[in-house]
């Protein structure tokens, strides 16, 4: 549905600010970049005995392309 409009999602860490985020988008896909929507998620709960800890909170950004650019998939290399 996303990329119908055009849009694309990726997880980086929730220190990145938006401006470093559209930077590197466009200098390593040279593609441009017209909108960008975030939202920080919580890091999971785990428990390693009587202690409770948690995973790493993260950012998901919703990245907008200029009608014409597109981002080509990235594919695994399989061994």
């Known amino acids: ?3 119908g409009k055009n ?4 997880n980086v860490e929730s ?6 985020i559209k930077h590197w988008v466009e200098l390593f896909f040279g593609v441009k970049v017209i909108a960008m929507n975030s ?3 919580p890091g999971k709960g785990r428990r390693m ?13 919703i990245i907008t392309l200029q009608p ?3 981002i080509p998939p990235l594919r695994k ?3």
């Open 1 to 3: 549905m996303l990329l």
């Open 7 to 10: 849009q694309y999602t990726s």
């Open 39 to 41: 939202h920080r998620l």
């Open 68 to 70: 014409g650019y597109s």
């Open 15 to 20: 220190g990145s600010t938006r401006t470093e």
């Open 77 to 79: 290399k399989r061994t």
């Open 49 to 61: 005995g009587p202690i409770m800890g948690h995973t790493m909170h993260y950012r998901r950004m």
